[in-house]
């Protein structure tokens, strides 16, 4: 809302600020990191409350965590959540159609994730609804939105991969594009959702990824930058900057209540939909393959699950000692400290490596 003053600048030379992209961006991540702590308080008390026992712990899961997890509640992603949409609202350009697309993006996977915690908290058990019909609804809103953001972009291009280092090569891969899009939504979402599993293992990469599409997003909104770098212009992509700052903001705020010991989890209403957010911007920047390298650490931890599922079904033996990799570690004797800090590393490293495909060309 704040972006309408600009057209006050002739009266007021002061509102001109509120035209540029990097003043808005720090201003919604502000916004976001302040919200999150003045109301976060107020939202655990309230989760616990109502909650009672918190989140279920799976018994299944390494038995330290039935002892030192137990009676957190969980549902944090609403902090998250409602940072992210008050600063948004706030700060981003409300005629730009991409902030409307990834945010209903993001609020849809959010609530599929509220559907699930709150079935785990009120029948106290780890399992949600059902897995098919999770993923279901969550294909139908990915496939909307990558209907709406083809819609918006030049024909031929809309619908196209872009390989990251080889400039050249656009794959034009016409309507099954759609397909393509939804699974790197779907599949982001979930990944995020699987690395959430140690207090502040998750929260940690998100903000890292959101940093890089940040400057990802920007970029290639610009049309001077773009040109320079060699990279593909998406027209409008740039105040998807906006919304990267305000993850990141409240990713800080949340980060304080979730650092060890935590006083509430994410859920999967936090991890569900700051997974679809970031798979969505992959997707309107045309960087999804860029995604599977600064997300590694999410991709890391998805192929982890799927390679012990379909070992222990095959062999009947277990690759890792536990899945995801990050309860391997744990059965190991890595402390959840050193886990949290060596895997925020590795994303770390894996988003200088994604981001560098922006210059090799």
């Known amino acids: 809302m704040l972006y309408w003053l600009a057209d006050l600048s002739g009266a007021v030379p002061f509102f001109n600020l509120f035209r540029y992209l990097t003043v808005r961006t720090g201003g919604a991540m502000i916004t976001a990191l302040v919200f999150v702590f003045l109301f976060g308080p107020w939202i655990i008390d309230h989760l616990r409350a109502r909650q009672g026992k918190g989140q279920p712990i799976r018994a299944d899961g390494p038995q330290s965590h039935l002892v030192t997890k137990a009676g957190t509640p969980t549902m944090g992603g609403l902090m998250i959540l409602l940072g992210i949409v008050v600063a948004t609202v706030l700060w981003a350009n409300p005629r730009n159609p991409y902030v409307w697309i990834v945010l209903a993006v993001t609020l849809g996977f959010g609530m599929v994730g509220f559907y699930d915690d709150y079935l785990k908290v009120t029948r106290q058990t780890h399992a949600g ?37 080889f400039k050249e090569v656009v794959i034009n891969l016409g309507w099954f594009f759609l397909l393509f899009g939804a699974f790197i939504i779907v599949g982001a979402g979930n990944a995020v959702n699987l690395t959430d599993g140690l207090d502040g293992l998750a929260i940690g990469p998100v903000m890292i990824a ?14 001077v930058f773009s040109d320079y770098l060699q990279i593909h212009y998406v027209a409008g992509t740039g105040e998807l900057a906006v919304l990267c700052g305000a993850v990141i903001g409240a990713g800080l705020g949340f980060l304080w209540f979730n650092a060890p010991p ?61 899945a995801p990799i990050h309860h391997h570690f744990e059965q190991l004797g890595w402390t959840e400290s050193q886990i949290v800090i060596r895997f925020w590393i590795i994303a770390i490293v894996l988003a200088l490596a994604g981001l560098a495909t922006l210059k090799l060309r």
Do not use: W
Request: proline fraction near 2%.
């Open 210 to 223: 959101a940093a890089s599409f940040l400057g990802i997003s920007y970029l290639v909104g610009n049309a």
């Open 262 to 322: 935590a006083s509430i989890f994410m859920g999967d209403t936090g991890s569900l939909a700051l997974g679809g957010l970031i798979g969505s911007v992959a997707v309107a920047t045309k960087h999804e393959i860029a995604l599977a390298i600064i997300g590694g650490l999410f991709v890391l931890e998805a192929v982890s699950v799927i390679v012990q599922v379909v070992s222990f079904k095959l062999t009947g033996k277990r690759v890792f000692r536990m």
């Open 129 to 165: 609804f059902s897995g098919r019909t999770r993923l279901l609804v969550e294909t139908l809103i990915a496939l909307a939105a990558c209907y709406a953001m083809t819609s918006l972009g030049r024909p031929g291009f809309a619908t196209s991969l872009t390989v990251p280092v």
